[in-house]
């Protein structure tokens, strides 16, 4: 079954999901131009890695709940794709 993925995410200053449950999609995951500083994603080693604003990827089959981020409190992330 395929189904549309379109989520806001409000940046916390403490490291949170991008979806709290298991969500397999292939998705465009982005840091809207009006974001005030940086979206740090939680690297696979542990660190820190920085994305800009305005700066967006794409991602193929991939589990959103296994993607954390943080930032400046009030910044945003978005993810549109689908379970395709």
């Known amino acids: 079954m395929n189904n549309v993925i379109m989520r806001k995410l409000t940046i916390t200053a403490a490291y ?5 449950a298991r969500t ?4 465009v995951i982005s840091c809207p131009p009006t974001n005030a500083g940086v ?11 920085p994305w800009r604003p305005g700066e967006w990827h794409n991602f193929v089959a ?16 978005t993810v549109v794709g689908g379970t395709w």
């Open 39 to 49: 979206v740090n994603f939680l690297g696979d080693d542990g660190n820190d890695i």
């Open 24 to 27: 397999v999609g292939s998705v």
């Open 16 to 20: 949170q999901p991008i979806v709290a």
């Open 62 to 77: 991939v589990d959103l709940s296994q993607i954390k981020v943080k930032g400046t409190a009030g910044d945003l992330v």
